[in-house]
């Protein structure tokens, strides 16, 4: 079920026929998770608050690529100037009701306005792929590439609000079992990191494609820490809950513990206390609590349990250096050595909709014998989102980042269950608000 687009050469576009594809892939996955996955009736809902409802995303992601490619990068006319202002950008508000819309058009116009919107992309597509060869033209190279990667994106956005459903209403595509909750969770250990250097973000030149936060490459220097080899897992936060870890302000931000005592908050979003026990939101049902899991929670939550163990979150660069760094001094693409995003090392790529036990991978493990980096949920850092030194805004997308860059969003590393492959590279960033409660999102503690 996962979709992907071809790695080319830096500053190159692949073939008109690979490009297509590429985009049709993704296009199709859309069409599968309006069409199969969603429940009936669903489509105006807005099961998470400070979101549009699903409506909004059908008509976003066929208006981005005409508003990318077909008029801002080669300066054709559109296919229909109100929906395409309508559906041209999403929101990310701090609170509910935040950029509502008085009413949606009827999903038959949202849908007829899609097979035009798709008609023109081939086109140009087609276009810029041709003409690429003899006239390089890095903006709409990169608008391509931009819109490809925009839809392998909200394919997760969709995917996390469809598991906020209720389950009854939900059904598993075929093909895909129940989720593998697994038995109980490793025993605790940490990795000693030695002091050493951190590459973050890429090189410009050598990218074929990166968002505007990827680049320039920014190299810092870590001193010696220590890491858990697994991610904090679903038994591991159980303990916390069960200490009174969310009535003790001690372990909080004094702004995160006033949510959690305003929201009163006493357990993970996707956990549930019924019939003497937790459950755990998946993605197509409810599950009893699965011990071997990545707890998926909050950077204030997460933050929380770290001062409960005397720990801290690692910033993003010590997550780098657990990441990537060798033991020689060198660095590796993957935690695992070089090569591409491979889901026989990781929880990535849509091969299934769930986490899995942190201990389930042991060859997608790092130099240093961390585990579960990449896959499985991302992980969160301490570090706020923020721009490389150099940064500059990106020509197809010029506002991808810059509206966040607010210390309010932070950083997030590695992939979900549901990251497409082509999203699974070293340099790619993540981030949320801190306390945004919905993303597929796990984390681990160091100590300095």
């Known amino acids: 079920m996962s979709s992907s687009h071809p790695k080319p050469a830096p500053a190159s576009l692949p073939e008109p026929d690979l490009v297509l594809r590429s985009w049709r892939e993704g296009r199709a996955f859309t069409r599968l998770l309006f069409d199969r996955l969603l429940p009936e009736g669903a489509w105006l809902e807005r099961p998470i608050p400070v979101r549009h409802p699903f409506a909004f995303y059908e008509g976003h992601l066929a208006a981005f690529g005409v508003n990318t490619l077909v008029k801002n990068a080669l300066g054709r006319p559109g296919v229909d100037p109100v929906l395409e202002t309508l559906f041209e950008r999403g929101i990310d508000p701090e609170h509910a009701g935040e950029g509502s819309v008085a009413a949606w058009p009827a999903r038959e116009c949202v849908a007829a306005y899609a097979r035009a919107a798709d008609t023109a992309m081939e086109d140009a597509l087609v276009a810029v792929a041709r003409e690429a060869p003899e006239r390089p033209l890095p903006g709409r190279s990169e608008a391509v590439f931009t819109v490809l990667e925009h839809e392998l994106m909200h ?40 002091p050493g250097r951190a590459t973050l973000g890429a090189d410009r030149e050598a990218a074929a494609f990166g968002w505007d936060n990827e680049f320039p490459r920014s190299v810092r220097d870590v001193p010696a820490f220590s890491i858990d080899v697994f991610p904090v897992t679903n038994a591991d936060f159980l303990e916390f809950v069960n200490a009174g870890g969310y009535l003790e302000p001690s372990f909080w931000d004094e702004r995160d513990f006033a949510w959690v005592r305003s929201e009163a908050i006493a357990h993970p979003h996707a956990w549930t206390h019924r019939e003497g026990r937790f459950w755990c939101r998946a993605q197509f049902e409810d599950v009893p609590l699965p011990p071997a899991w990545p707890v998926w929670v909050t950077q204030a939550e997460a933050s929380a349990f770290a001062r409960y163990r005397n720990r801290t979150l690692p910033t993003e660069a010590e997550w780098h250096r657990a990441a990537f760094g060798r033991p020689d001094g060198g660095e590796n693409e993957l935690p695992w050595g070089g090569g591409v995003a491979d889901p026989r090392r990781g929880n990535f790529g849509v091969a299934r909709f769930d986490p899995l036990p942190v201990d389930s991978f042991p060859s997608g493990a790092s130099a240093f014998g961390v585990q579960d980096l990449v896959g499985n949920g991302w992980e969160w850092t301490e570090s706020a989102f923020q721009p490389f030194p150099g940064f500059r805004p990106m020509e197809s997308y010029p506002l991808y980042s810059t509206d966040f860059f607010d210390g309010d969003h932070a950083v997030l590393k590695g992939a979900s269950p549901v990251t497409a492959l082509p999203l699974v590279r070293r340099s790619y960033r993540n981030w949320f608000r801190t306390r945004y409660p919905y993303v597929f999102a796990k984390f681990r503690t160091v100590g300095r």
């Open 155 to 194: 394919h997760e956005t969709l995917l996390y609000m469809l598991r906020e459903l209720p389950a009854a209403r939900k059904r598993r595509p075929a093909g895909f079992g129940p989720p593998e909750v697994g038995g109980a969770p490793p025993g605790y250990r940490s990795s000693a990191i030695p």
